[in-house]
């Protein structure tokens, strides 16, 4: 699986827009891209994924330039609760779609103040 | 629809003793994964089970770790002698298989299970 580059940690004010850029520089064709997010003493949870362009759904958007080099998460106006470490996973389509391993990076601690 | 859970969700032991961590996955998932973080590391896959099938377990540090999912529902996983450097936090994920999944490479986690050896 492609390895995954993010910042470490992020700071941000309630109400701000925050943009988490992920770079995968080998990623391969059947590569999806997927976010995950984790709040303390919780396993990560399943934010957002998608193959190219722009995805959106009740959470955040994610944002994927032509060449699929990098990735950017966008949340909109965070809150207090959105404080949490965000993992930026790249993943291939083997077993005929069924999902395999996820192996996760650094990812980055996003702390949201008031 | 219940989640992922996990028991314990703590457990301290000793150098050398034996310790058996249990995840029930969501009813109807055929997949269940392990993964584990150790102090200051990433999250590291451990293995994977479709139904009671173990279908990937490169991630297994070594034979003193074993992990079984009989009937295809609960798993288990025991560390048998725990080690100093087996500390850290065990995940349990699920998904439902080939049919059903919504997206790619999504899989439901456990809160985890927090392993101290002292």
């Known amino acids: 699986l492609a390895k995954t580059t993010q910042p470490i940690s992020m700071d941000s004010y309630e109400g701000q827009e925050v943009n988490i850029t992920c770079s995968h520089n080998n990623i391969a064709t059947n590569d999806y891209i997927t976010w995950y997010q984790q709040f303390p003493s919780q396993g990560p949870r399943f934010i957002i994924q998608g193959y190219k362009t722009k995805v959106t759904n009740e959470v955040a958007s994610l944002f994927i330039p032509a060449d699929r080099k990098s990735s950017t998460l966008s949340l909109p106006r965070v809150s207090l609760s959105d404080t949490a470490v965000y993992y930026c996973?790249?993943?291939?389509?083997?077993?005929?779609?069924?999902?395999?391993?996820?192996?996760f990076g650094t990812g980055t601690l996003l702390a949201v103040q008031p | 629809e219940a989640g992922v859970t996990q028991f314990p969700s703590h457990s301290v032991i000793e150098k050398g003793q034996t310790v058996t961590l249990r995840c029930d996955p969501i009813?109807?998932?055929?997949?269940l994964y392990w993964y584990r973080r150790v102090m200051g590391k990433e999250i590291k896959f451990l293995l994977h089970f479709v139904k009671e099938s173990k279908q990937d377990e490169s991630g297994m540090p070594n034979n003193r770790f074993l992990a079984e999912r009989t009937g295809g529902t609960y798993s288990t996983l025991k560390v048998q002698p725990a080690e100093l450097e087996d500390s850290g936090v065990y995940f349990c994920?699920?998904?439902?298989?080939?049919?059903?999944?919504?997206?790619?490479?999504?899989?439901?986690f456990g809160p985890g299970t927090r392993l101290t050896v002292l």
């Open positions: 994920a699920s998904n439902p298989g080939l049919a059903g999944i919504s997206s790619y490479n999504e899989q439901f």
């Open positions: 996973l790249v993943g291939d389509m083997n077993y005929g779609g069924a999902t395999n391993k996820l192996i």
């Open positions: 009813s109807g998932h055929d997949n």
